[in-house]
């Protein structure tokens, strides 16, 4: 069986500090890992995603991801938050087979202090 | 890129009616679409999967006669929940493939904030 867990439910910082969203995962097959956020009252919206090649992925609104399969680690990163940033983030993988359900982490929600 | 629609966005209602949740694909086709609930401060949990043509697949718990769901085109699936009590009271929201597998990321509707008095 697959599994995703997000360590931190809830990740405070200042507005201009860096960020880092911590992501692990167990799955005995191979799969495909994503990274969605979801503003309040909306559905996810996809920030980046790895499916092979360059282990260090880069998305949408200045986040990275980077892959680590020793670790079954996929830490989400930004180096300078804004405000707009605020938000539940949600680490997912899915398995290589077509059309596979997407098994989501707890999430972890990002505030922003000014 | 790929639109979901979903509608309503919010809706109350009283014990005992029935709500339909509609999910559309706006400029793609989905031969799966997905049906999510979630509650507050929780991530999402997958209630079912809707096949186009086909009866969908419902997650260990979740009561097919009391959430129906019908996918009857590529662009179009359904979420009616039965009969509504206070705890079917939530979050939904769909999801849609486009077509290439799953290494393609779904696409997500906006939700539906069901409230039954």
């Known amino acids: 069986a697959q599994s995703v867990t997000q360590l931190d439910s809830q990740v405070p910082v200042f507005e201009e500090a860096p960020v880092e969203l911590r992501c692990n995962y167990s799955s005995s097959v191979s799969v495909y890992l994503f990274w969605y956020v979801q503003y309040p009252n909306q559905g996810l919206q996809l920030l980046l995603k790895y499916l092979s090649g360059s282990t260090l992925v880069k998305g949408i609104n200045g986040f990275e991801a980077e892959f680590n399969k020793s670790q079954t680690s996929f830490h989400l990163r930004k180096p300078s938050v804004h405000i707009s940033d605020t938000a539940e983030y949600f680490c997912?993988?899915?398995?290589?087979?077509?059309?596979?359900?997407?098994?989501f982490g707890s999430g972890t929600r990002l505030s922003i202090r000014p | 890129g790929a639109v979901v629609s979903q509608h309503p966005s919010w809706v109350i209602c009283k014990s005992g009616t029935s709500v339909k949740i509609e999910c559309r694909s706006l400029?793609?086709?989905?031969?799966?679409m997905f049906w999510y609930r979630q509650f507050p401060k929780q991530s999402l949990m997958l209630m079912a999967t809707s096949n186009e043509g086909s009866k969908a697949t419902y997650e260990q718990g979740v009561e097919k006669d009391k959430f129906l769901i019908n996918h009857a085109s590529l662009t179009l699936s359904t979420l009616t929940v039965t009969s509504a009590h206070p705890e079917d009271s939530s979050f939904y929201i769909c999801?849609?493939?486009?077509?290439?597998?799953?290494?393609?990321?779904?696409?997500f509707g906006d939700g539906t904030r069901l409230s039954i008095l």
């Open positions: 999801s849609a493939h486009t077509s290439g597998g799953a290494n393609q990321p779904q696409h």
């Open positions: 997912a993988v899915t398995l290589y087979s077509s059309a596979s359900k997407i098994i």
């Open positions: 400029d793609f086709q989905a031969t799966t």
